[in-house]
């Protein structure tokens, strides 16, 4: 079992960086395939980036893709996004998942099994 806490959302100016954390307990952060999805008001849930255990292998999401960053420390059971360049459009709650038999970034949220409750992040422009 995983439990996934999310921080570092907030109210940010179109053009500003903002830094999500996703705190894992559990044993075995180190395997788990971490991923982070958006969903908007009135949208469905979208896939922003993912990255296997070893870090080695990431996905993006054409539309965040040169902007955002994803990376994880294992020593400390986290996971990062880095935003840059925000635009109003990147105005969503943000979830961060976890899924530990996954062994390639997957982008569909259906392969993750485990769920953060969500930050908000705002974008005002």
């Known amino acids: 079992q995983v439990q996934l806490v999310e921080s570092g959302g907030g109210l940010v100016q179109a053009g500003g960086s903002l830094r999500l954390s996703c705190a894992a307990s559990?044993?075995?952060?180190?395997?788990?395939?971490m991923g982070w999805f958006r969903q908007a008001p009135g949208k469905e849930r979208e896939f922003v980036a993912s990255m296997v255990w070893s870090g080695v292998s990431t996905a993006y999401s054409n539309s965040v893709k040169g902007r955002f960053t994803i990376s994880r420390d294992n020593a400390k059971n986290t996971v990062y996004l880095q935003m840059n360049s925000l635009k109003p459009e990147d105005t969503a709650v943000y979830y961060c998942?976890?899924?530990?038999?996954?062994?390639?970034?997957?982008?569909?949220?259906?392969?993750?099994?485990?769920w953060g409750q969500g930050t908000q992040v705002t974008v005002s422009s």
């Open positions: 559990g044993r075995t952060f180190s395997s788990y395939t």
């Open positions: 998942a976890a899924d530990h038999q996954l062994a390639h970034p997957s982008s569909w949220y259906a392969d993750y099994v485990y």
